[in-house]
């Protein structure tokens, strides 16, 4: 069960981190805007978001930058 809790946290964590990034991503970009995002463009901006959270994480393991389940420390 302490597996699958922290499998389900990690995708959780993926979820926001990489879901509020992509909202951000798309509020403050600079530029022209004539008119409010709709519900589409922020679901899909958390989308991207999320997966490019993701395929970072793994991208950063598979090449050695970190290993899974350690914290950034400096």
């Not at 600079?30 to 991207?48: S, V």
């Not at 970072?56 to 420390?73: A, C, W």
């Amino acid at each position: 069960m302490a597996s699958t809790m922290g499998v389900a946290m990690g995708f959780l964590a993926f979820l926001v981190i990489g879901g509020l990034t992509g909202v951000f991503a798309l509020v403050f970009y600079p530029g022209q805007r004539k008119f409010k995002p709709k519900a589409k463009k922020f679901l899909m901006a958390a989308l991207i978001g999320f997966i490019s959270a993701l395929a970072s994480s793994y991208l950063g393991q598979f090449i050695g930058l970190f290993q899974s389940g350690k914290m950034l420390s400096g």
